[in-house]
T-cell receptor, first 109, second 114 residues
Framework: RKEVEQDPGPFNVPEGATVAFNCTYSNSASQSFFWYRQDCRKEPKLLMSVYSSGNEDGRFTAQLNRASQYISLLIRDSKLSDSATYLCVVARTGNQFYFGTGTSLTVIP | EAEVAQSPRYKITEKSQAVAFWCDPISGHATLYWYRQILGQGPELLVQ????????DSQLPKDRFSAERLKGVDSTLKIQPAELGDSAMYLC????????????FGPGTRLTVL
């Protein structure tokens, strides 16, 4: 079983739409959780960390459910510039990162 | 803003040739990672260094891949001989210390093996 599983999409949504991505992880010893954004042919960049209490950064909201081993990312009021691949990342002791395959988002004018 | 540097950005080689990639992490970052990312997939760890020591190289194909970080600063990843299946993006990342901290990625080296 993969460490991290994501729906690869693609998600094609109109500008202004709300879109949600989900991710599950297999190892309950996982300690930290992140969403990274990766533009086409570029390197991944941290979008936001994910905390148990849930956290929000502008139009982006991340949620973590440790009991279900489930992570989500909600993007409100989608912009054209949000088009990218969103990588779910789970980390364990020793800073070992495990990446999902990524979910592709295209925001359409 | 400090960045992770990688070179070359692009490399085209023929199978059976040797290739080498270089990475210079953010100054002061003790932990350095090499990842391989195949198109349509997430990055997969090849090797992790803490200073000059290898922490994890369990996924490194050691028959053809080698990595070093001799002085605990910059690092080199080598493939010899390259195979068609090695075509991918090779990403270097660094983080400040152990624990579970954000990793900062370099721009990557895109390798094409013909």
């Amino acid at each position: 079983r993969k460490e991290v599983e994501q729906d690869p999409g693609p998600f094609n949504v109109p500008e202004g739409a709300t879109v949600a991505f989900n991710c599950t992880y297999s190892n309950s010893a996982s300690q930290s959780f992140f969403w990274y954004r990766q533009d086409c042919r570029k390197e991944p960049k941290l979008l936001m960390s994910v905390y148990s209490s849930g956290n929000e950064d502008g139009r982006f909201t991340a949620q973590l459910n440790r009991a279900s081993q489930y992570i989500s990312l909600l993007i409100r009021d989608s912009k054209l510039s949000d088009s990218a691949t969103y990588l779910c990342v789970v980390a364990r002791t020793g800073n070992q990162f495990y990446f999902g395959t990524g979910t592709s988002l295209t925001v359409i004018p | 803003e400090a960045e992770v540097a990688q070179s070359p950005r692009y490399k085209i080689t023929e199978k059976s040739q040797a290739v080498a990639f270089w990475c210079d992490p953010i100054s002061g970052h003790a932990t350095l990672y090499w990842y391989r990312q195949i198109l349509g997939q997430g990055p997969e760890l090849l090797v992790q260094f803490q200073d000059e020591s290898v922490v994890d190289d369990s996924q490194l194909p050691k028959d053809r891949f080698s990595a070093e970080r001799l002085k605990g600063v910059d690092s080199t990843l080598k493939i010899q001989p390259a195979e068609l299946g090695d075509s991918a993006m090779y990403l270097c990342a660094s983080s400040l210390l152990g624990g579970v901290n954000e990793q900062f990625f370099g721009p990557g080296t895109r390798l094409t093996v013909l």
